[in-house]
């Protein structure tokens, strides 16, 4: 049913309660290029919060930012767009919800206006299936697994060829270890989709891993 | 799988801790008794907390880190470019064109008066050696009669004492602004050549001072009549020939 939503644009509804102002900030506008913070009158307490909430992110942050984008530069601007979008909009965060899914959000749909995704927005992504997977037939014992699994080069060699859409849940979840439902927050899909999307993406991962010996499923 | 065994749903929300905690108590029971169960969980949490390793990955450089709070103060950093997306480098284009052009409008614009444009054209036509004044004396006498008949109305010359030093009228030419037939007196001051044209105050419009390529008008009311002086010599002595002439008229 949904189709491609990795890459759907626009103006999501706010998800994080923020009442009218909870998407703002979030929908890049032409001004990508200023990181200039319009001179508005962050009390000093607004933006003390916002560094104690935001610098701890930063490295999570442009991790995320340099899977999205492939690109060093291209990572940076992203992730210093997202501070700044993310202060800008700092009134519309509700105290008490999840910082770093907020400013994840925000930092994804600052993405989705770049050259890379706009690049990706050629590319076709299969359609979301809501119904349950196959579990994946344990070819390998848990123990032979971890020997592959403990070769990081490995993994992460295997997480560069997914599906951007894949990566992205599976980023999410398992690095990030944002749940479910703050997930489909940031990637506004539903719960009932991250879980899918979260289930190919491990079978895909476990396929990439497996030896190359005719490790059927 | 038997209905008694865990779906791979519940075992994948067992891995990522979205169970609630009754049906952590009830996988956690079944798990106990059920090794092919038990391995796929312990298969999924590998599996996670390998993929949690290998995607942690890249680190921010201080220098980078730095950049990035220094964003959060609001302070763009001197040490990076803003981030530049297509559109933003063709809006950015679009405004540099925009300015140039504005810029040049104006530039065009602020001697864009045809008349002022004439008048730095006549002055330079009476430069080269080559050319000589229609009229060629300092004596005020001489001058003034000579464009009698010649321009619909008269003005007069200082005497050689009242102008400022080392200022000499060398002659004069009949010349014609926007039409209409001027008076271009020649001076030599310390050197450079000046043309003071004497016009009549409603024939042409004109700005009060105007640079161009290095020269300088100057232009100034006199009764009914406009002085404007044109050269490459200072401002201000331009202006104290026209306060000269200017004192002659009244």
Known sequence: ?217 | MSAGHLTPATIAAFADHELAAQEIAAAQEHLAACHACALAVLSATQLKAATARAAQRYTLSPEMRARLVATTRGRTSSARTVPMRMYTWAALAALILLAVSVLQWRGLRSTASPTVAELFDQHLAVLPETSTPQVLSSDRHTVKPWFQGKLPYSFNLPEPADLPAETVLQGADLTYIGGKPAAQLLFLVRKHHVSVFVTQRDAIVLPPSQDRNGFHLVSVQAGALTLTAVSDTAEAELRAVLTVLGHAQS
């Open chain 1, 1 to 217: 049913m949904a189709f491609a939503t990795f890459l759907r644009r626009g103006s999501p509804p706010p998800v994080f309660g923020a009442g009218g102002g909870g998407s703002a900030g979030v929908n890049s506008s032409a001004s990508a290029g200023s990181s200039k913070i319009i001179a508005m009158d962050f009390g000093r307490r607004s933006r003390a919060g916002f560094e104690d909430l935001a610098l701890p992110q930063l490295a999570a942050l442009y991790n995320h930012a340099r899977w999205l984008c492939r690109d060093e530069a291209e990572a940076e601007d992203l992730v210093q767009e997202t501070l700044s979008k993310a202060l800008r909009a700092f009134d519309s965060f509700q105290p008490g919800t999840n910082f770093k899914a907020w400013i994840f959000r925000i930092q994804r749909n600052a993405f989705l206006n770049s050259r890379t995704a706009i690049a990706e927005s050629r590319t076709v992504f299969l359609e979301d299936q809501e119904e349950a997977f196959d579990p994946p037939s344990l070819g390998l014992t848990p123990e032979q697994e971890l020997i592959r699994l403990d070769n990081i080069a490995l993994v992460q060699d295997a997480l560069a060829q997914l599906s951007p859409p894949l990566r992205e849940v599976l980023l999410l979840c398992d690095l990030e270890e944002l749940s479910y439902k703050e997930i489909a927050g940031i990637l506004d899909i539903p719960t009932g989709t991250v879980m899918s999307r979260l289930s190919r993406a491990r079978q895909a991962l476990r396929e990439l891993l497996q030896p190359r010996f005719g490790g059927s499923r």
